[in-house]
Structures are given as structure tokens and as C-alpha cells.
């Protein structure tokens, strides 16, 4: 160190060593900052819609039947009050239907910390078409006097030629039928067919009393017979045959149902795989908004987008004693699972204006087995009646009803038929499908079959946009 030299070498190397660590740390410290400030508002802005959908479906809202009054609103939420694990599809609807109140809104910007969001719902769907003529009742009340009754094929003027039958449809008194010689009916017999050959019933020699269609199911009943009434069942090469009459005087009763054309197709589409929302809600500066091309606009201004999705648990029951219904598309009046068999003694009604002639459909849903019901009136003033026409076992099965001027009545039972209630739970529906009445109709349920059911449960898929537009 020389002579007035303030600092050594050593030291003035150590300074600007010192400077330069300063320096560098001050940098690399203000970008530490900048990236700090951003991970903590990304963090926030992904808090917004994980906080906003947790709140959502982990609670049921407070009060928990706030569906019934949603001007009294105090937290929204749409967990199901009796399911924890389950969203409620039914609390999902009415979010849908009641979103324009403003303590609705109101809830919702606050969940969305008064940010601007997109929240799409995903429900599994349901579609069902009904095609094609409902069976027809066939009915023949023959016992008003002993006489000489056939049943024969149609084509033959004659009245004496057998007539073309499904192999296992014939049954005598509900067994199957043995083939080859002639078998005599008695009084009390039923005699059980479904036809191939389209055939004729003849009294008195060869007088036409009506056509059997082909593929009708068809109950022949001896209510009274004398002397030599038989039938005769034949089977060869895979074609069997059925000649019915005999030398005796008899009474019958004749009864069953055309095949129809009635094709019923119902199409459930998970929600995972729909590419459209079932209900879609989005508010924009606390707004409802619902046009795609604006809520598209107000995300794209936006520096920032934060996209989550959920697939969670949905449950979803549909009851209402009474439903009044209009001409709409296809929609579900009933829809749950059946934890106890429908009494015998329960009934449904549809009450439809005196004035009014038409025709409703319904479908119901009877665990696997799709049923349709046609409540129809030509013309105003005459009696409704109703059928209910489903397949089974290669069958088309079929039940007929009759009402009054105003109102039928049918059996729940007839609907959803029987099953083992001890271990088994069954999922029904019921969907409105037509009306062609010109007005509203109204369906009662006369015996609170609501209390035998429970929901069933579906996956739903919710999808959510959070961004800021301000």
C-alpha cells in the first residue's frame, strides 16, 4: 500500500465484489418478487372456482329446502339434504329455473368473488320415441245361446281348415299344449294362442263373427260346453297349426290383442358424454347473461381464464301428486327407484275436458321393460279409454281400460309390475311424450306411490369458467 493510497488493492477488489453481490441480489430479489406476486395471484384466481364449486356441492344451502322459497336464500348449495355424498338434480333445476332473483345472483357473484364465471351442468339424458299403432283389443262375448262356434283360417270359406299358430304359444289352462290327437274342451278350460295366419271367427255354419289378425294374442274361454267341442295341435317341420271347433253346441268368450307396430326406443346418453350443457349459467359484472357470443367476448378481454370441471354423484327423483300438462315436448312426470311394490289398490288418473278429442302418449319405464299408454277419445263426450301395450319374450302384451266423459283410471301396478322388494330396489319412470287433446290434461296420483320410492343416482359432470372482465 502506497502513501496516500486510502484503501489496499485487496480491499477496492473486495468493495466492487461486494457492489456487484448487491446489485445482483437486489435483481434477482425484485424478479423473485414479480414471480412470487404472479404465482400468488394465480393461486388465488384457481381458488375462486375450486371455493365456488366446493361450496356448491358440499352443501346442501341454508336453509336446505331453499327450492321452496328462494327469495329466502341465506347460502346456496346443492348437495342433497339426505345424500351427503350426492349432488341434488332436483336443486340443480331450480337454480336453472330461479336464476334471475336477485338473492340468487346475489349468492352466486358472491361465490365468484365478484368475478365474472361460466358454470355448465352436465345431466345424464334421456331420449325416447314412440313410432308405429298401439294393439287393439280383440273381444268377443259368444254366450248369449249354445251354438255351433269355429275358429278357422280366414281365407277358407269353408270354416273347417287349421290355421297357422306360433309353436310355444299354444297352452291349455296355462300349460303347454300337447300335440297330435284331438283334445275336448270343457266348461272352464282357456285355451291360449298367438296367431300367424290372420283368422276367422264363424257361429251357425260359416256366419262371420270377426277377424283375428295376424300375431294377435288371443284367450279362448269355454264358459259352457256340450257334446264333442274339441282342438286339435299340430306340429311338423317347424310350422304348427290349430284347428278349433267340433259337433258341439258351446258358449265362448274370446278375448286378447292384436300384435300393433308399437316400436318404443329409449337412449340414455351419459353425461360424460354429452358436447352440449344441459344448463348453462353465467353472470358477467353480476349480470345473467345469456348469449354464447357475449359471455365469449367478455372471457376473451379477460387476461386471465381459470377453467375447472367436476364428475360427481347426482340424485335425481321426480314426484308431484298432481301434474297438469300441456302439448310440450317429451319430458319426465315420475322418475326414481322403487324400494316397495305398487298395492294393488293404486291408481293413476288422467283427467282430460269433456270437450276435448284426441289422444295422449305416455312411456313408462318398468325397469328394463318399456310400456306405452294411449289414453284416447274420438270425439267430445264420448268415454276415454285407455291401453297399455309393452314386449316381452317376443310377446306384444297388452291391457284395456275404459273411463267416463272425463276421467280413466289405470292401475300403478299395471305399469310397474312386481318384483322381489326384500333384496331388490327397481328404477321406474314415467314420461309425458304426446298430447293431441287441444288442452290441458291433468294426471293424479290417487295413492302417494311418492312414499315407495327413493332416488336414483347418476353421474353429472359440472364444468366452470372464472375470469375477469372488469
Known amino acids: ?124 339424458t334421456t331420449n325416447i320415441t314412440v313410432s308405429g299403432e298401439f294393439p287393439e283389443e280383440i273381444f268377443m262375448n259368444l254366450t248369449s245361446e249354445l251354438q255351433n262356434i269355429k275358429i278357422a283360417l280366414s281365407t277358407d270359406n269353408s270354416g273347417n281348415r287349421a290355421f297357422q299358430v306360433e309353436c310355444d304359444s299354444v297352452l291349455l289352462n296355462g300349460e303347454p299344449s300337447p300335440t297330435g290327437n284331438a283334445i275336448e274342451l270343457n266348461a272352464g278350460d282357456i285355451l291360449e294362442f298367438v296367431t300367424i295366419d290372420e283368422a276367422q271367427v264363424l257361429i251357425s255354419g260359416n256366419t262371420q263373427v270377426g277377424i283375428i289378425p295376424s300375431g294377435s294374442y288371443v284367450e279362448v274361454q269355454v264358459i259352457d260346453s256340450r257334446s264333442n267341442y274339441h282342438y286339435s295341435f299340430d ?25 300393433g307396430s308399437l316400436t318404443i326406443k329409449h337412449v340414455v346418453i351419459p353425461a360424460a358424454n354429452l358436447t352440449t350443457a344441459s344448463i348453462r349459467i353465467a353472470l358477467i359484472n353480476g349480470t345473467v347473461v345469456e348469449d354464447q357470443t357475449t359471455i365469449n367476448a367478455s372471457r376473451s378481454r379477460s387476461p386471465w381464464v381459470e377453467y375447472i370441471s367436476r364428475r360427481i354423484v347426482s340424485s335425481d327423483i321426480i314426484y308431484e301428486k298432481t301434474r297438469v300438462v300441456g302439448s310440450a315436448q317429451p319430458f319426465p312426470i315420475l322418475l326414481g327407484t322403487l324400494i316397495h311394490n305398487v298395492p294393488s289398490y293404486a291408481y293413476f288418473e288422467v283427467q282430460v275436458p269433456e270437450n276435448s278429442a284426441g289422444n295422449m302418449t305416455l312411456v313408462a319405464i318398468d325397469g328394463t321393460i318399456l310400456k306405452g299408454i294411449l289414453i284416447q277419445r274420438d270425439a267430445p263426450g264420448e268415454p276415454l279409454s285407455g291401453t297399455i301395450a309393452w314386449k316381452a319374450d317376443g310377446r306384444t302384451y297388452a291391457e284395456f281400460y275404459a273411463g267416463d266423459a272425463t276421467s280413466i283410471r289405470i292401475p ?59
Open 1 to 124: 500500500m502506497r502513501r496516500g493510497q486510502l484503501l489496499s488493492l485487496d480491499a477496492m477488489l473486495s468493495m466492487v465484489i461486494i457492489i456487484l453481490l448487491l446489485g445482483t441480489v437486489t435483481t434477482t430479489s425484485n424478479a423473485l418478487k414479480g414471480e412470487i406476486t404472479t404465482v400468488l395471484g394465480w393461486y388465488e384466481r384457481a381458488n375462486i372456482g375450486d371455493n365456488m364449486l366446493d361450496i356448491l356441492v358440499k352443501n346442501p344451502g341454508t336453509p336446505e329446502n331453499w327450492i321452496e322459497n328462494p327469495t329466502n336464500i341465506v347460502l346456496l348449495g346443492l348437495r342433497d339434504n339426505s345424500y351427503p355424498f350426492a349432488v341434488s338434480s332436483e336443486k340443480i333445476r331450480a337454480l336453472a329455473h330461479f336464476v334471475n332473483l336477485s338473492p340468487i345472483i346475489t349468492n352466486l357473484y358472491t361465490l365468484a368473488d365478484s368475478k365474472d364465471f361460466q358454470l355448465e351442468f352436465y345431466l345424464t
Open 235 to 259: 306340429s311338423s317341420g317347424g310350422v304348427c297349426t290349430l284347428h278349433i271347433g267340433g259337433q258341439g253346441q258351446v258358449k265362448l268368450i274370446i278375448y286378447g290383442n292384436s300384435a
Open 412 to 470: 300403478w301396478s299395471s305399469l310397474f309390475s312386481e318384483f322381489n322388494d326384500e333384496t331388490n330396489e327397481k328404477p321406474v319412470e314415467l314420461w309425458m311424450y304426446e298430447n293431441s287433446f287441444g288442452s290441458n290434461v291433468t294426471i293424479n296420483d290417487l295413492d302417494n306411490i311418492g312414499l315407495l320410492m327413493k332416488p336414483s343416482f347418476r353421474t353429472t359432470v359440472i364444468k366452470l369458467w372464472v375470469w375477469d372482465d372488469s
